[in-house]
């Protein structure tokens, strides 16, 4: 089975903190992706990337970037957090086969006060 | 711009009483539609991709089917377990990317 992992379930940051999100997968796919999920907005894609140190904009990259120096690693970065970005991320990874479905991680509930 | 619109919002049913859930699209070439389920705070959970219109996937008491605008996710005779929110996403020509439905929450009550 696909597993991806998210590091932490839960995390609280303060206003103005750089915060850091890290995901694994382990099926070696190429491609991997940040959504964030909020109720009534549904799913929303923030960045993804198709290979070792690529990066592609979301429909919401603002206030975001993201690393990937290694195939299996993919990190989302909130580079000086606000209220605003308090969400579920949700991290997917796939084959880069277009046809592949995502495969998630369990989500991390951050909260920013 | 790909588009979902899933309905309805949220549905309650009795056990053993079948409905179905829709997801209507619009997607320039379309690639693949795809169904998640998702149980609260957990990621969603691949169910099924259909590819093009007629084409029809099971499982256990899942069933998915797809026309040229719209996909409905038959549920047959639910049982409290199946209660969940599920998801709906398309991908369009030229991206690995896909665009997500809202979702349908589904309680299934004993």
């Known amino acids: 089975d696909v597993k991806v992992t998210q590091s932490s379930r839960y995390l609280v940051k303060r206003t103005g903190e750089k915060v850091f999100l890290e995901c694994v997968q382990d099926?070696?796919?190429?491609?991997m992706f940040w959504y964030r999920q909020d109720p009534g907005l549904g799913l929303r894609l923030i960045y993804f990337?198709?290979?070792?140190?690529?990066?592609e904009k979301g429909d919401i990259p603002e206030g975001y970037s993201v690393s990937r120096e290694k195939k299996e690693r993919f990190s989302l970065i909130l580079e000086s957090a606000s209220t605003n970005q308090t969400s579920m991320y949700l991290c997917?990874?796939?084959?880069?086969?277009?046809?592949?479905?995502?495969?998630f991680g369990n989500g991390t509930r951050l909260t920013v006060t | 711009e790909d588009q979902v619109t899933q309905s309805p919002e949220a549905l309650r049913l009795q056990e053993g009483e079948s409905s179905s859930l829709n997801c209507s699209y619009t997607?320039?070439?379309?690639?693949?539609l795809f169904w998640y389920r998702q149980d609260p705070g957990k990621g969603p959970e691949f169910l099924f991709t259909?590819?093009?219109a007629g084409e029809e996937k099971e499982k256990e008491r899942l069933k998915a089917t797809l026309t040229k605008k719209e996909s409905f996710l038959h549920i047959t005779a639910p049982k409290p377990e199946d209660s969940a929110t599920y998801l709906c996403?398309?991908?369009?020509?030229?991206?690995?990317?896909?665009?997500f439905g809202k979702g349908t929450m589904l309680l299934v009550s004993p």
């Open positions: 996403a398309v991908r369009g020509s030229g991206y690995s990317t896909l665009t």
């Open positions: 990337s198709y290979d070792v140190k690529m990066k």
């Open positions: 997607v320039s070439g379309l690639r693949g």
């Open positions: 997917a990874s796939s084959f880069g086969v277009r046809n592949s479905p995502l495969h």
């Open positions: 099926m070696d796919h190429e491609n």
């Open positions: 259909l590819y093009s």
